[in-house]
């Protein structure tokens, strides 16, 4: 559907931009590099939160369901459903991880 894609798309676009510059930042040990990797975290995680709700909200006979046009249902079915179900959680761990380990700087 046109709103999670939209949503969806735009703040992993967003996040996807900003990674290597935050990265490069960790890298060469400048300051604000933590802080800029933490709220790069926030917002990574920020994002699957929206997409996962906005993916939801838009299946059939929900909020955000399309009149017309495509729906969520396809992401309720196997493959897809193995990105919202085991690849996005995943991911959010990996942030919560990389969280802890900022905390030991």
């Known amino acids: 559907p046109l709103v999670f894609a939209l949503l969806a ?3 992993d676009t967003a996040v996807g931009i900003a990674a290597p510059f ?4 960790m890298r060469r040990a400048e300051a604000g ?3 800029a990797a933490r709220w ?3 917002l990574g995680l ?3 939160t929206v997409a996962i709700g ?3 909200l838009s299946n059939p006979g929900l909020l955000l369901a399309p009149v017309s046009g495509p729906s969520g249902f396809a992401m309720t079915q196997f493959p897809l459903v193995v990105i ?3 690849i996005v959680p995943n991911f959010a761990m990996l942030h919560l991880l990389t ?3 900022l905390q030991e700087r």
């Open 9 to 11: 798309g735009l703040g």
């Open 22 to 25: 935050v990265a490069g930042k």
């Open 33 to 35: 590099a933590t802080s």
């Open 40 to 42: 790069l975290i926030l």
């Open 46 to 48: 920020l994002d699957f």
């Open 54 to 56: 906005v993916g939801g």
């Open 84 to 86: 919202p179900a085991f």
């Open 99 to 101: 969280w802890l380990r």
